[in-house]
């Protein structure tokens, strides 16, 4: 079972950006596809963006399309999601997740009851 520590969050003033960064302790990071939620005060997790296990292929929601990118590092075992023009609506715990099963249908990446591992979460806050 792969664990996965999240790390970057913080405080930002809108418009700022952030890297935050979800380090797999795993033999081999490459069998997973990995995965970044966020949940705000009071509501509910919310799927952000994915990647592809060789890092080729990443889907974002549209609500950060544009703004956020998700990279991966397998040698260094590494995820990471670059936040850029950060909005107040933004502010949420963030974290990451793995799942090792590969779907055909590409939606379910977006599910989180479809990931395998999580990461504790790191906060995100944006002032506005």
């Known amino acids: 079972q792969v664990q996965l520590v999240e790390s970057g969050g913080g405080l930002v003033q809108a418009g700022g950006s952030l890297r935050l960064s979800c380090a797999a302790s795993t033999r081999t990071l490459s069998t997973y596809t990995m995965g970044w939620f966020r949940q705000a005060p009071g509501k509910e997790r919310e799927f952000v963006g994915r990647?592809?296990?060789?890092?080729?292929?990443?889907y974002v929601a549209d609500s950060v399309k544009g703004r956020f990118t998700l990279s991966r590092d397998n040698a260094l075992k590494t995820m990471y999601l670059q936040m850029n023009s950060l909005k107040p609506e933004g502010t949420a715990v963030y974290y990451c997740?793995?799942?090792?099963?590969?779907?055909?249908?590409?939606?379910?990446?977006?599910?989180?009851?479809?990931?395998?591992?999580w990461g504790q979460g790191t906060q995100v806050t944006v002032s506005s």
């Open positions: 990647i592809s296990r060789g890092g080729s292929i990443t």
């Open positions: 997740a793995a799942t090792g099963r590969l779907y055909s249908e590409t939606e379910k990446y977006t599910r989180q009851e479809n990931y395998d591992a």
